[in-house]
């Protein structure tokens, strides 16, 4: 696992794996972390830094790697490096993983227990739909 820039390689994944790319852009405050194999990305996630929280997005496996427990080695170096990075907690919006999430102790949360800074992201703001399940885990004693 490695920190990655956003580049046309990581658009790919993501356009792959049906997730929203319109609002990324290379200044933007999303730090990503992937895995290569062979100069081949495998696998991506992205934390958005909001303040004291961060925006956990962009958790994109390619199909032809999925089932090998990446994505579950993605999401915990997220949150090693947000930890480190000393943010509170990871907050998520998805409509397909809310049950790989809860596994990994991510909590079911109504939208009106978002922080600001969390509301204020497009992803929270429009990107993702109404319907999308919001999730949280609070990131050790900071």
Same mark, same amino acid.
């Given at each position: 696992?490695?920190?990655? !820039?956003?580049?046309?390689?990581?658009?790919?994944?993501?356009?792959?794996?049906?997730?929203?790319?319109?609002?990324? #852009?290379?200044?933007?405050? /999303?730090?990503? %972390? @992937?895995?290569?194999?062979?100069?081949? +990305?495998?696998?991506?996630? &992205?934390?958005? /830094?909001?303040?004291?929280? @961060?925006?956990? #997005?962009?958790?994109?496996?390619?199909? !032809?790697?999925?089932?090998? #427990?990446?994505?579950?080695? +993605? /999401? !915990? %170096?997220?949150?090693?490096?947000?930890? #480190?990075?000393?943010?509170?907690?990871?907050?998520?919006?998805?409509?397909?993983?809310? &049950?790989?999430?809860?596994?990994?102790?991510?909590?079911?949360?109504?939208?009106?227990?978002?922080?600001?800074?969390?509301?204020?992201?497009?992803?929270? !703001?429009?990107?993702?739909?109404?319907?999308? /399940? %919001?999730? &949280?885990?609070?990131? &050790?004693?900071?």
């Amino acid at each position: 696992m490695e920190q990655v !820039a956003y580049s046309q390689e990581v658009i790919d994944l993501l356009v792959a794996c049906d997730l929203p790319v319109s609002d990324l #852009r290379d200044d933007s405050d /999303v730090y990503f %972390f @992937g895995f290569h194999h062979e100069s081949e +990305l495998w696998g991506v996630i &992205g934390v958005e /830094v909001c303040g004291d929280f @961060g925006l956990l #997005r962009s958790l994109a496996i390619s199909a !032809a790697h999925r089932s090998n #427990r990446l994505g579950q080695k +993605l /999401v !915990a %170096f997220s949150e090693e490096w947000a930890a #480190r990075s000393h943010l509170k907690a990871l907050y998520l919006l998805t409509t397909t993983a809310d &049950g790989f999430f809860e596994r990994l102790g991510y909590e079911v949360l109504d939208r009106s227990d978002a922080p600001k800074a969390i509301t204020q992201t497009p992803q929270f !703001a429009g990107l993702c739909p109404a319907s999308a /399940v %919001f999730m &949280g885990k609070a990131l &050790g004693a900071n």
